[in-house]
Structure formats: structure tokens, C-alpha cells
């Protein structure tokens, strides 16, 4: 991280000792105090520091339950249930977990939205991108997996439905399929086996992730911010230090996003699960209707939309993957939407196609809900593989302000773009 | 067809699910459930403790015939935040309970019963599911530890109304579909299924109480039925053999009898020599309905108070986060 320079300076001996052998507090003060943020940055930008948050908090929290968990297929359900009646403040621990898996979704939907709306998978950030596409795949799987755990009847039949999503590759090669559902499952059914397996890879997960965010960081602190104009950075006078200016805003976005994550917490922490979860687990009993949790319901959709077994794992699959290949699919050479009338169009249209899968996820698989899914499933893919590379092409994009600064301090102000540089001049 | 295609990818294991759709079918004619008042409604709602006293009287007077409460165990009774029975009181109780717990071995190797005390579950009368489905003739009598958080309502509105009424019941609190869904059905056991009469399309039409009065129309009782796309008739589900009509149970059939009804209950009496409360079936209904909501979900004082203490703090912290950034970014334009 050589890309910014560190002006750090030891106060004492034993820091200026402690440098010269690890100057880890060199390149801290460099890369998250006087890190250059671009000055126009809104409240949208706040959500990578919440999902840090996120993500220790899920660390912590579950660290502790594991503490107190039993991953067994008989005892499992009922050391939940011990959590949260007989571990002091269990009932708080276990409902900040379980609303902390959705809040962790509704920050990292809104983060990649932010990201698609502004264009920040741009040349030079493509990789950076990638890395937050592969953490939203092993988010998706820890959440999979973790809410196998309190082995409730949505558990067991979710863990059911999507491990034998993998028998449809038995269309392909005959038996391959059925071979890694066997795999994955240890045994000729979903057991305990399953449940305990689940349990390791739910505890080591989030240790990739952990690396991954290293590397998304890292990646972020060699291309720069992206930010509402897309504009490059070109003078110092277009950022600010991250600390305080960035720092101050963080929080104030962390803080409203907490009171939202504790009015779940406190006063509906079962309202984002399913009522069937508090029934223990049985094999025998099927739930009038499976469905995942809420943000895996786009998905789930897109699944149930085609009507073929392997068709709707390969678009579901798709449907995820789609996005490594994004900065690619944009022709555009203009980032942010904000000068892209019709891409900014298209960007609604698309939040409303993921909202309407949602809630057709939610639905049981009978019309009308199959044709509505069938069409905006054809709708999610159009944006990617039709909007994304055509209008790029056709759309005449607005006129962009020159420089970040002047499009802060605006054409009116009378003052020389480039002479209004200094960040403390008001 | 193109339907059975459709489910037939879904999955291997959902063979089951297929068996379901026509209970699902049969649910969505089920009695439209209202939601009711309750003393621990939404944000602000709180265990009334004298309900629970009364809840778990019924409790014990009904349920306790058939149902187990194996995750509540005596001393919860006294603890703050639900019915806070005195310790006396509550040690009385268990030695007294009709369903002795199991212990052992003891010196000799022998397992032995003995009465509960404090620190024991709340047992059903049965030893296992096998001996309790034995004497129901194959009906098991669930455990209602969870009743009140493992049951929902669903929602029966237009789709343009659904995420306004999500948005509505994140912004109130609403959480308490489980016990709006165990008190009607608690209350809406019918003495018969309600009476249909065929059209010339074979369709089911519900009938007139005169109509099905009249031998000569032929009416028919059905717990719930199926509607027929392709122009066959209609498929009526007759009660089973030993079931009881349910109007709120999905499917309508319920192998439970109808277990509360006006004065089945003795409440004390209060100071002006009246019952504390009504001796009506609703009344039981709506008091051992809270009980179980506090069985399910026993630290809901609790969190709602610490809740209200976190909200001030992060609100109170919100806004001067707010302030502090507006000062430092004062000097710069953003």
C-alpha cells in the first residue's frame, strides 16, 4: 500500500523503536487518517465502514454462541432455546446473530447498489470490484450454513432443497450429481452428519471473508474512491484527509444504521425468520411451503422461474455470477449515473426487478407467480447483458463538471476552478 | 402440465411438498384471522402478570391434560418478567404436579418418579411422543413451550398493499401473529363443518342456514375444498373420523377437541367478591394465550425495557455524531 505516502512520526522512543521493526502504526496513520477522500462523497459511501462493522459484530457474537451451542441433530434446537432462556443475556446475543445475518444483507445490497449506480467496477477498480463479488459469495454460503444451525424445520428443509439443487448435474454426467449431494450431506440423507459439518464451515467462513475484506481494502486503497461524479481524482484539493472528514461521516451513517439494527434486535428479533424455524427439525414433515430467508428470495425466484431442474440452477448461479463480469459488460465510459439518464433508467428499473423477484420468491411456485417471475428474471439478466452494453453505446451522457472541486463549489461561485482548491476555504 | 413440470424440477425431496399442495390449497379458505389487542403488543407492550397468573391456571386446569411445557421449568414461574407466583407457592405447586419426573438411577441401579421441584421442567403426562400418539389414537399433542413463536398469520391482502403493510408492522412492533393465531383457535371450534350446495358445474357454493336446513338440497359439509380448474366438480373434504371442524386450523380438522368453553375454568375472586376475570371462553382463551406467549419468548420485559434504553442512547448519540460532522465540515464544501 507504497501508494500513499505515511507522514507518520513517532512520539516516543519506543515508537520510533517499534517502527523501525514494524511500522504497522506508519501504515495505519497513512491508510486510515490521512488516506485522500474524495470531498464529495455522500451518506452511500458510509456503508463499507458498516459492513466492517457487520462483520466483527457477526464474529463476536457467534464466537460466543458457539460457546454454548450443541451441534448435534438432537440437541441442537434445544441448546438455542437454553441460549436464549438461560445464558445471561443469550436472548440478546442470539437475536443480535440472527438480525445481524439480515443486516449484514441490507447494508451489502445497498453497497452493491451504490457501487452499480455510480460505477465504481470501473477501470481502474475492476478487481476490487471482483474481490466484493467473491465476499458476497461467501456471505451467501455462511448465511446458508449458519441458518442450517438452530435445526428448526426451515432449517433442515432449506439445507434440504438446496443441497439437491446440486443432484441436477446428474443431467449432465449421470451419478455426478448424486455423488456430491452424498458428499456434501456425509451420508444418504440430510442428518446430524450434515448439521455438525455445517456447524465447522460456518465457524470458518467468516475468516475468508475476514481475508477477502483485507484484500477488497487493499485494493480500494491502491485505486482511490470512487465517488458521485465518477470523476478521477486529479488535484489533492478534490479530497480531504479520511480522518476526520470521512471518519465524522461514517459514523453518524453507522449510528442510524444501528438504531435501525436494534429496533430489530429489540423489539422484533424473530420478525425477518420464519415461524416454522421453532418447530424441530423432522423428515417426516414437510412445511406447506419452503422459503429461504428474505435475502436470498431474488434468488430463490430465478430458481423456481425456469422450468427445467438444471435451467434454474444454471440462472440462479448466473444470476450471481453475472456480476464478476460487470465492468466488462458496461461500455460506457462515464461512471456515475448521475450524467446517464438512461442508464439511471435502467438502474431503477433494476432495483425494482431484485425488489419484485423478492417478493415472488416469497410466493408459492403457481401462477401468477411463475409467469411474474419468468418475466422479471428475463428482466435481471436484460439489464446485464442488454442495458449495461447497449446503452453505453447509444446514450449521449450529460456534460460532466471538470474536476470533482468544481463540481462541488459549482459553475456559479465566480471562482477559477483550480483556484477554489484549498479544502479550508469557505 | 406445464405446472407439474414446473414442480416436478424442484426438487427430489419436495415429493412430499406435492402431497402438501392441496392442504395449502384447503389452508387459504380458512377463516381470515383477525389480529387482536394484547398487553405485550408491539414496541411498547408488556406481560400483564396477573394474565399470566390466570394463563397459566388454564393451563394447568386444560392443556396440561395432553400438553407438555418441557422448556418452562418451575422456577421460571417466580421469575421477574412473568407470572411471579411466590417461591412458596410455586414449590407447593410442583410437589404437588400430576406429572412426576423420572429420576435416577439410585443406589440400587433402579430409575425411580418423584415429585418436581423448583429446578425441573414443566412435563406433559405423557413419557413419549409413542406413548401419547397411543392413547390419541395417532394425534400427538405438541409441546407449546414455542407454540406462540412457531405459528403466524399469513397475509391475506392485495400485493400492491403487502410491502406497506410490512413497512407498517416493522415501524409498530407487530410480532405477535402467534398468539392472534392460537386464540382463534382457541375460539372458533364449530359443532359442524359449514354447508355447501352444488351448482349444475359441480362448483361448490356456500349455503343459506335454511338451505342447509332443507334435507331435499342435499347440502354438504365440508372442512375445507378444492376448487376445480378445468371444469370438474369441485372436491368436498368430509371430516374425518374422530376429527373436530376448526374454522382458524389449516385444513379445518383438528384432532384436538375443543378444550375451553364459558366456566370451564374457576378464576378467584377479587376484593368485590366477582371473578378477577370473566369466566368466558374467550377470557381463558386470551389469558392462557398470553401464558404461552411468555413460555415462548420469556424475555420480552426484559428486551423491550433494555430496548428503549438503546434506542435513547443511539438516538441521543446519532444526533451529536450529526453535529460534530456538520462542525468539522463546515470549512469545506461538499
Redesign the interface.
Known sequence: MAHNESSYQPKSRFAKWWDERLPVARMMHGQFVEFPTPRNLNYMWTFGGILMFCLAAQIVTGVVLAMHFTPSAAEAFNSVQHIKRDVNYGWMIQAFHAVGASMFFVAVYLHIFRGLYYGSYKAPREVLWILGVLIFLAMMATAFLGYALPWGQMSFWGVTVITNLFSSLNEIIPGMGTGIVEWLWGGYAVTGVTLNRFFSLHYLLPFVIAGLVILHIWALHVAGQNNPTGLDVKAKSDTVPMYPFAIAKDAVGMFVFLLLFAWFVFFMPDYLGHADNFTPANPLVTPPHIVPEWYFLPFYAILRAIPSKLGGVVAMVSAVLILLFVPWLDTSRVRSAKYRPWYKLAFWAFVFTCVALGWLGSKPAEQPYVFWSQFFTLAYFAFFLIALPVLGLIETPRTLPRSISESVLGSGSGMPVGAAASPEKR | M??V??????????L??L??QA??AA?SEAAHIEREEWSFSG?KGRYDKNQLQRGFQVYQAVCSNCHGLS?IYFR?LVQPGGPEFPEDAVKALAASWANKITDGPDDAGKMFERAPRLPDPIRGPFKNEQEARATFNGAYPPDL??MA????LEYHGS?FG??GSMLK??AT???E??ADYIHALLVNYKDQPPAYLRDEMGKLISASDADAADKTKKAERCVSIVHSEDGKPDTCNKLGEGMNYNAAF?GGQIAMVQPLGDGSVTYQNGPDGKPVAPLTMDQYSRDVTAFLMWT?D??LN???S???Q??LY??I??VL??L??KR???????
Do not use: C, F
Request: charged share 15%.
Open positions: 406445464r405446472n413440470t414446473m414442480r416436478t424440477y424442484l426438487l427430489l425431496a419436495a412430499p411438498l402431497a402438501v392442504v395449502h389452508a414496541i422448556r421460571n413451550s414455542v413463536k412457531a405459528r403466524n400485493w403487502h410491502p408492522d416493522i412492533g407487530y410480532q401473529g402467534g389449516p415462548a420469556p424475555s426484559t428486551r423491550k433494555i430496548g428503549w438503546v434506542m443511539l438516538l448519540t446519532t455524531l450529526y460534530g460532522k468539522i465540515w463546515s470549512k469545506v464544501e461538499h
